[in-house]
């Protein structure tokens, strides 16, 4: 189908490699960029080349941080730093910050234990976290998915935290089983951490 079209077999190639584009739309973005006008590419391809450039993990808590070694939540002095959240991705910061309660500080994993996949603990900034944790936190908040994987890898590092003196928390049932933090309504993401029990 392709042989006569090379450059566009090359892009449908690259755009299938983007995980969160379903299949069946590859043709129709490959076509837009297409019938678009050359500038506009072009901003396209430079605001992609600049956020690779410009943006990267946080040193301290692995949340976005542009030209910066820290993000704006760790570099906040007004955040309660007592309190650690940990998250699997940014997208989950993402969702409980735009509530506006929380007013402790996160910490990203980069993804949630899952051994099928060959995601292991080196994988994740578990180490990290176990670091940052130390006298003065009092508690820990596991706001993981509530999937098979989140749940074991908040399990797997509430159990590194036992000799721990803080608090062990999770977010509330309120969080559907199965669900994921980035497509859940406000209300519900704010009854769940409003309600958040023991581990």
Not at 132 to 139: H, K, L, P, Q
Not at 142 to 167: D, M
Request: hydrophobic share 40%; net charge positive; aromatic share 8%.
């Amino acid at each position: 189908m392709f042989k006569h079209l090379p450059s566009l077999q090359k892009l449908v190639s690259q755009l299938q490699r983007v995980p969160f584009l379903a299949s069946k739309n590859v043709y129709r973005v490959a076509a837009y960029f297409l019938l678009q006008d050359k500038s506009r590419v072009d901003a396209f391809c430079r605001a992609i080349e600049e956020a690779k450039k410009n943006i990267s993990p946080c040193k301290v808590c692995f949340n976005w941080a542009e030209n910066r070694d820290l993000c704006v939540i760790c570099s906040d002095r007004s955040r309660d730093r007592s309190i650690i959240c940990v998250v699997e991705t940014w997208h989950d910061l993402l969702a409980l910050e735009k509530l506006g309660d929380f007013k402790g500080v996160y910490h990203v994993l980069g993804g949630a234990l899952c051994p099928l996949e060959g995601i292991g603990q080196n994988e994740l900034a578990i180490a990290e976290l176990l670091e940052r944790i130390d006298s003065s936190v009092t508690e820990v908040i596991f706001a993981t998915n509530a999937t098979p994987e989140g749940e074991a890898t908040a399990s797997y590092i509430a159990s590194k935290l036992l000799s721990k003196p803080c608090v062990i928390s999770k977010l509330a049932s309120g969080v559907p089983t199965g669900s994921t933090l980035e497509y859940m309504d406000r209300i519900t993401i704010h009854k769940a951490l409003a309600g958040r029990r023991p581990f």
